[in-house]
């Protein structure tokens, strides 16, 4: 224990408690309604956190070169299980969308247990081919992982997780010496056919102009913008008390989800959204700092990588909040209600802390490429 990052720990363990007291509160209403008993989603969202910290428990003792060693057969899985979310009677299909497993009363979304498992082998493939090149990392079988992830996901659809991995997975590859040239001839091609696939797609076309102009799209596709920044007029500076969200009366559709923050900056006001984003920022800054202090090209990349996935959909599912982005439908990283999601969050948080552990005892061993 005493060789584990503590303030990860700690801080990871406050942003958990406190998402489930948001759930609770976001979701009570709804939730009597639906279901007959207002602890309906609170009492699975605390189901979904005891198995999150088991399954990250294990990933931060777990020996993590078998990880890396077996890190292909994850991934094979993981695209298996991308596959059959198509196949009828196993996938389940909301709102069109084919992202879930069914598993009993429970559902398992495999796009977000693809996140980390495809860091893991992104990072362990950059260091064995670096090791054995001298050289900056190869780009093209990093890539040709990726973009089999992405298919499948675009093919679900799920555009916000597929705009995140590829960010993601671009930022490991610069960060571990690929050159900004051969990265642009990929990015390039890339940026048309991402408006394509918006233009193309009526639901994401009206996201976008919802975004561009919400008010005037204020009983369509700006109704969650526009109810997002009500509530957060209404919290103010310290907001109207846990529980007296009236925004969440049905008034802000997936409350207990995707716009979770926006009852936050509503029942706690500014000083509310102010801690919450500053225990994220205490979080990531350490987690990019045992990256930072390694020589280990795995560790840096699996670090960084992680770290930026829980980053990004912090800043992202904010910004969406705010309407400084169109609606994503991602969710706020251990606050949101949803298994899948706080799970996969979960067991990355552990594999930092497993490699926190080697970078801090001095077990985690340089290798021979390069970085910078």
């Given at each position: ?15 958990c ?9 976001a ?40 990880l890396?060693?077996?890190s292909?057969i ?8 991308l ?17 879930w ?23 362990h ?28 996901i ?6 916000g ?42 639901y994401?076309l009206?996201r ?9 799209h204020?009983?369509?596709g ?10 957060y ?93 169109p ?37 985690d ?8």
């Open positions: 224990m005493k060789d584990y990052d503590r303030g990860i720990i700690l801080a990871t363990l406050a942003l408690l406190f998402g489930v007291i948001m759930v609770f509160s979701s009570s209403i709804y939730a009597l309604k639906a279901y007959g008993t207002k602890y309906y989603f609170v009492e699975r969202q605390l189901v979904y956190l005891v198995l999150g910290l088991l399954a990250g428990s294990f990933a931060a003792v777990i020996n993590i070169d078998l890396r060693k077996y292909n994850l991934y094979g899985f993981i695209i298996f299980l596959v059959i979310v198509f196949v009828p009677h196993i996938g389940v299909v909301v709102s069109g969308s084919h992202r497993l069914r598993l009993g009363a429970f559902t398992l979304q495999p796009s977000e247990f693809a996140k980390p498992v495809l860091i893991v082998l992104i990072a493939v950059l260091e064995e081919k670096g090791r054995r090149l001298n050289n900056a990392p190869p780009v093209l079988l990093p890539l040709i992982y990726t973009a089999v992830v992405l298919v499948l675009l093919r679900e659809p799920d555009f997780s597929a705009v995140i991995i590829t960010t993601v997975v671009f930022s490991i590859l610069f960060l571990t010496g690929a050159s900004v040239a051969s990265l642009a001839l990929v990015i390039i091609p890339v940026i048309p056919v991402a408006v394509l696939l918006v233009m193309h797609s009526t994401r009206n976008v102009k919802a975004f561009l102009d919400p008010w005037q204020a009983q369509t700006g109704f969650q913008i526009v109810q997002s920044t009500l509530a007029g209404a919290g103010g500076i310290t907001g109207v008390g846990i529980g007296n969200s009236f925004e969440k009366l049905f008034y802000l559709p997936e409350a207990h989800t995707d716009f979770i923050f926006s009852v936050i900056a509503e029942e706690l006001g500014f000083i509310g959204v102010a801690a919450v984003i500053g225990v994220f920022i205490f979080l990531i800054t350490r987690a990019f700092s045992i990256a930072a202090r390694s020589e280990s090209t795995f560790t840096k990349a699996t670090v960084y990588g992680l770290t930026l996935f829980i980053a990004l959909q912090v800043i992202i599912n904010i910004a969406v909040t705010l309407g400084l982005l609606t994503k439908g991602l969710t706020m990283p251990f606050i949101s209600y949803g298994g899948s999601s706080l799970t996969a969050e979960l067991i990355s948080v552990g594999i930092i802390l497993n490699l926190s552990r080697r970078v801090n005892d001095g077990s061993e340089a290798d021979n490429s390069r970085w910078g």
